[in-house]
C-alpha cells in the first residue's frame, strides 16, 4: 500500500513554513466569483529588452499610465472581491513607478497578499527592498533564466543581468524577503534545467516558478518547445517535487496537472481521483494551491499598465477598462471570462478531455498559436497525437506550427 506523503517533509524551513501558513489562512476559492491571483502591471517601462518578453517593454513610461488617484481606486475596487487574493506588481519593471511603495502598503492596508517582481537592475538596492517590506511585500521574484550567465545574459539582452539577479535575489533575503525565482522554458535552455536545482537551493528559493513559454508580445512560436518535451519536463518537475527543498509551480502549462495525477494515480495503485482530493495527494506535487488548476480568467486577473482588463498577461484581450468598468463586474460576468471558465466552450481534444475541469489547456498558447482563445492547448502531447493522426486541423496549424509542435522543426 503507497505512503500516504506528507506534506512538508522535503521542503526547507522557509518554504515549509510559507506553505503551512497559506494552507491554513486561505481555503479554496470559487473562481466563478473571485480569483487566487491578480497581476496587476504597474508599468510597462524597463531598461531591459528581453527577447520572450509577454509585455514587449519599452524604456520610458506610457503617457497613459493609471495615475495614483487611478491606482488607489482600482486597489479598492480589488478589494471588493472579499477573499484576500494575492496581488503582484510587475511590469516592465514595478521599481520605475516612484509611487510603488504607497500603492502596495495601500494595497496591504485593504488585505490584498502582495508580491513584487523587480527587474534585475541597480533599482531594488538594499534600502528599498527594506522598503518594500515595510510596505507590506513578503515575497519577491526574479527572473533566472539559466544556471549559465551567457546563455541568461543572452536571452534578457543585458550583459552582467545573471550575476545582477543573484546579488538581488541575496539582497532581498538580507532584508527578511522571501525569495521566487521565475525560469522561462523555451528551445534554448530546456536542455539544460537540471542545472537550475543548486543554483534555487543556493539562494534559498522557496518557489520555483516554471514558466513554459507562450507566443505573446516579443515571444515567438518557433522558441516553443514541442509537446512531447512539454511532456517530458513535467515528469522531471513532478520527480524533483518529491525531494526539492523548495516549492515547484508550472506556470501556463495546466497540463503538469493531468501529468501529476496520472503519476500519483499509478504510485496508488490507480485509485486516486481525477480531482485529486484522496488524503494527502495535494501534497505531492504542489497542486495543493487550487485544485481546479487556475487558469487564464479562471481564478486570474490581469491588470494592464493603461488599465485594460484581462484574463491573463499571456492572453492580452480586453474584456473592460479599470477607467470605465468596475473590475469585479467584469471579472464575474462578462462574456470572455465566462467562456475561459466554461469547459463545455472549449474545442477539438481539449474540450472532450476527462481532465477538461482541472486543466483545459493554456488559453493564451492556443491564442497566440492558432488565433484562438478556446482551442486546444498545442503544448499538449494529447493534441499534438490528434494533430499527427489529421483529427484535429484548427485554423492557424500551418505546416511550418506542425512541425514545431510535433518537434520536427
Not at 89 to 118: H, N, S
Not at 317 to 337: P, Q
Not at 340 to 367: F, I
Request: with cysteine; aromatic share 8%; charged share 25%.
Amino acid at each position: 500500500m503507497a505512503q500516504k506523503p506528507q506534506p512538508y517533509a522535503n521542503l526547507s524551513l522557509d518554504a515549509a513554513r510559507e506553505r503551512q501558513e497559506r494552507d491554513r489562512r486561505y481555503p479554496q476559492v470559487d473562481f466563478d466569483q473571485s480569483p487566487f491571483t491578480i497581476a496587476w502591471e504597474v508599468t510597462r517601462a524597463c531598461a531591459y529588452a528581453c527577447v520572450h518578453c509577454r509585455a514587449d517593454a519599452q524604456p520610458q513610461r506610457h503617457p497613459d499610465e493609471l495615475t495614483t488617484e487611478e491606482a488607489f481606486r482600482l486597489i479598492d475596487q480589488l478589494a471588493e472581491f472579499g477573499t484576500r487574493p494575492i496581488l503582484i506588481f510587475t511590469g516592465g519593471d514595478p521599481m520605475m513607478r516612484r509611487d510603488l511603495f504607497d500603492l502596495i502598503a495601500y494595497a496591504t492596508e485593504k488585505g490584498l497578499r502582495c508580491a513584487l517582481t523587480p527587474t534585475a537592475t541597480a533599482l531594488p538596492t538594499l534600502e528599498r527592498l527594506k522598503k518594500a517590506r515595510e510596505a507590506g511585500i513578503r515575497r519577491v521574484a526574479l527572473s533566472l533564466d539559466a544556471p549559465r550567465p551567457a546563455v541568461h545574459d543572452d536571452f534578457r539582452k543585458v550583459g552582467g543581468s545573471w550575476q545582477r539577479t543573484m546579488d538581488i535575489l541575496k539582497r532581498a533575503r538580507e532584508v527578511g524577503l522571501s525569495v521566487q525565482v521565475n525560469t522561462t522554458v523555451a528551445r534554448h535552455n530546456v536542455d539544460i534545467l537540471p542545472e537550475m536545482v543548486p543554483f534555487l537551493e543556493e539562494v534559498g528559493a522557496v518557489q520555483w516558478s516554471v514558466f513554459f513559454l507562450v507566443p505573446t508580445g516579443r515571444a515567438q512560436v518557433p522558441w516553443m518547445i514541442s509537446a512531447e518535451e512539454h511532456e517530458r519536463v513535467f515528469n522531471w518537475l513532478y520527480d524533483l517535487s518529491k525531494t526539492a527543498p523548495f516549492d515547484i509551480k508550472a506556470t501556463a502549462a495546466p497540463m503538469y496537472r493531468r501529468v501529476a495525477i496520472e503519476r500519483r494515480r499509478a504510485e496508488l495503485g490507480g485509485d486516486a481521483p481525477v480531482a485529486f482530493q484522496g488524503a494527502g495527494f495535494q501534497y505531492a506535487d504542489g497542486l495543493h494551491r487550487a485544485p481546479k488548476g487556475v487558469n487564464d480568467g479562471k481564478g486570474f486577473l490581469f491588470i494592464s499598465h493603461v488599465g485594460d482588463i484581462e484574463p491573463s498577461g499571456f492572453l492580452p484581450i480586453a474584456a473592460g477598462n479599470v477607467r470605465r468598468d468596475h473590475v469585479v463586474e467584469v471579472y464575474r460576468h462578462s462574456s470572455l471570462f465566462r467562456d475561459l471558465r466554461d469547459p463545455d466552450k472549449l474545442k477539438g481534444p481539449c474540450g472532450t478531455c476527462k481532465y477538461r475541469e482541472v486543466c483545459g489547456g493554456q488559453r493564451g498558447r492556443a491564442y497566440g498559436v492558432f488565433g484562438d482563445y478556446l482551442a486546444s492547448d498545442p503544448g499538449c502531447v494529447l493534441v499534438a497525437e490528434a494533430i499527427r493522426r489529421g483529427e484535429y486541423r484548427p485554423e492557424g496549424l500551418t505546416p511550418h506550427v506542425q512541425r514545431i509542435v510535433l518537434g520536427e522543426a
